[in-house]
């Protein structure tokens, strides 16, 4: 059974793809082959995923040149709120951490687990990633999630602040290419899909 990213499922139900059903599923099949061809040919998950990452950030340039992103370094709105990530892809956070002596506030993660995923945007002191540096960069960038690679915005930045426009409607650019090769990767990996701080604790926790 094939599953589908919920963003690519909210396209298709709001009918923002001209692409049919069959096709999307035929498009995350082929995805799904490339990706199984890859793991046979000998390549490790961590390997395949930052192949998965270049290629998205290649994607995301293209779409960039096509449309008024608004996005800009240091403007971190979207860095305050939850962000779903797989298993996979803290794994390699983690290493990335370690390798270049990034520490993790376990304190800092749990007290953001404590709270509902969908409050974590409007909670003051709490919102922020915890690899958000002060400066509005992110500690971690070359390794970042795909959430966070194929998230941008052409509505003006001031209005991501979920603070000052709790209500305000922004224009989310979605490249559904980009939506199907997620949906492919998501069919491939295992653990559970959830926000970043909690798969972050769950990895640094030990087991009992
Ligand atoms: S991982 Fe980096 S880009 Fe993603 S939310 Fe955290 S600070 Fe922002």
């Known amino acids: 059974m094939l599953g589908i990213s919920t963003t690519l499922h909210s396209l298709i139900q709001q009918g923002k793809s001209d692409r049919s059903m069959q096709e999307i599923l035929d498009g ?5 082959q490339q990706l199984k061809q890859m793991q046979g040919s000998g390549a490790s998950p961590r390997v395949m995923l930052l192949g998965i990452y270049s ?7 293209e779409a960039r040149d096509l449309q008024s992103v608004s996005c800009r370094k240091g403007c971190a709105f979207c860095c305050k709120m ?6 996979m892809e803290v794994m390699l956070i983690v290493e990335y951490a370690k390798r270049n002596g990034i520490s993790i506030d376990k304190d ?6 404590a709270l509902p995923k969908d409050q974590l945007a409007f909670t003051p002191g709490l ?3 915890v690899f958000l540096r002060p400066d509005n960069t ?4 070359p390794v970042r999630p795909l959430a966070c690679r194929k998230y941008v915005v052409a509505n003006p930045p001031e209005r991501c602040n979920p603070e000052a426009y709790p209500k305000a409607r922004l224009d989310v650019l979605i490249d559904v290419d980009i939506e199907i090769l ?23 926790s030990p087991q009992s």
């Open 28 to 32: 995350i099949f082929g995805m799904l």
């Open 55 to 61: 290629f998205v950030d290649k994607m995301m340039s």
């Open 82 to 87: 939850n962000v779903d990530v797989t298993p």
């Open 108 to 113: 800092y993660l749990q007290r953001q687990a």
């Open 127 to 129: 919102s922020a990633c």
């Open 138 to 141: 992110c500690s971690i960038y």
């Open 182 to 204: 997620v949906s492919a990767l998501d069919n491939l990996q295992l653990g559970k899909i959830d926000g970043l701080h909690k798969v972050l604790l769950d990895l640094l």
